[in-house]
């Protein structure tokens, strides 16, 4: 199984500005993917980050909100941009290979203030 | 789209008592369908996971079943322990596209009393 390294693993924040958020796999996938969980809720898929193309996102979520990079096999960003209160969540990271299982980071737990 | 429905949302069991999460899918085209397990302040957890062309898979005190005609899967936890508290995640997904989009369930909250 891959291991998912997430930092920061909390964060509080002015309302505002930005925070980007690293995710690690311990192995080369190819896919990976951006979660987002309100308190005590499900998770609901931000996008889809494949390494040399730009990132899919699901309706309700925007680029320039929540922009991308995936500069190789191991590795993720996500930016929160101009945050509000609203964005207050716990953010995963997800990634698999294809025909494998897809695995979690720990998470990131943002609190906008 | 998939949409995933999870029943129950909170389930509280005597310990050494079997435990049951059921979920229904909407889209027939899914073949992939996970379980993760999430305690507090992790990220969620495969706990263990199923594919269409298999009715029933089965991991020591945990067991899946399928039935793909009526778009439903369970989880089942057997001889239940006070560790196995924590909120539990059905999802589903569809490999057609060699992604793994997986679509949630609302999570069942699981309380296992000693």
């Known amino acids: 199984s891959a291991v998912i390294s997430q930092k920061p693993s909390r964060d509080i924040c002015q309302r505002g500005t930005s925070l980007t958020i690293q995710c690690q796999v311990d192995s080369q996938v190819t896919m990976m993917f951006w979660y987002r969980q309100q308190p005590g809720q499900s998770l609901t898929l931000i996008a889809t980050a494949n390494q040399g193309s730009e990132a899919t996102y699901e309706s309700g979520f925007v680029i320039d909100k929540f922009p991308i990079s995936r500069p190789n096999l191991t590795f993720s960003t996500l930016t929160v941009s101009n945050m509000s209160p609203e964005d207050s969540s716990i953010y995963l990271c997800?990634?698999?290979?294809?025909?494998?299982?897809?695995?979690f980071g720990q998470g990131t737990r943002l609190t906008v203030v | 789209g998939e949409n995933v429905e999870q029943h129950p949302s909170t389930l509280s069991v005597q310990e050494g008592d079997s435990a049951v999460i059921k979920c229904t899918y909407s889209?027939?085209?899914?073949?992939?369908f996970p379980w993760y397990k999430q305690e507090l302040g992790k990220g969620p957890q495969l706990i263990i996971d199923i594919r269409s062309n298999v009715g029933e898979k089965k991991d020591q005190r945990i067991a899946v079943t399928l039935n793909k005609t009526a778009k439903h899967f369970s989880l089942h936890i057997t001889e239940t322990q006070p560790e196995d508290s924590a909120v539990y995640f059905c999802?589903?997904?569809?490999?057609?596209?060699?992604?793994?989009?997986?679509?949630f369930g609302s999570g069942t909250r699981l309380l296992v009393r000693p």
């Open positions: 889209d027939s085209a899914s073949n992939y």
């Open positions: 997800s990634a698999g290979a294809a025909n494998t299982e897809a695995f």
């Open positions: 999802a589903a997904s569809s490999f057609m596209d060699s992604s793994y989009k997986l679509i």
